[in-house]
């Protein structure tokens, strides 16, 4: 999914996903910030770094998608 970023919450989404599962980390909210430093160039999160990061917190505090 590297070369196909969009800037949309779907492609967002999908490498928040693929990211978040290379990562070692037992604090979820450190983990989301990490993850959100790789992915720091995907147009999503440049163009709406607010709700790039609220959908990351959806997805791991309500969605437990990752649990």
Excluded: T
């Excluded at 590297?2 to 979820?28: H, L, R, T, V």
């Excluded at 440049?46 to 917190?57: C, I, Y």
Aim: charged share 35%.
């Amino acid at each position: 999914m590297q070369d196909k970023k969009y800037n949309n919450a779907d492609s967002f989404a999908m490498s928040f996903d693929e990211e978040w599962g290379k990562i070692d980390c037992d604090d979820s909210r450190l983990k989301i910030d990490k993850v959100l430093e790789i992915l720091s160039d995907h147009p999503f999160l440049v163009s709406d770094p607010k709700n790039a990061r609220r959908m990351a917190e959806f997805r791991i505090f309500s969605l437990k998608k990752f649990q």
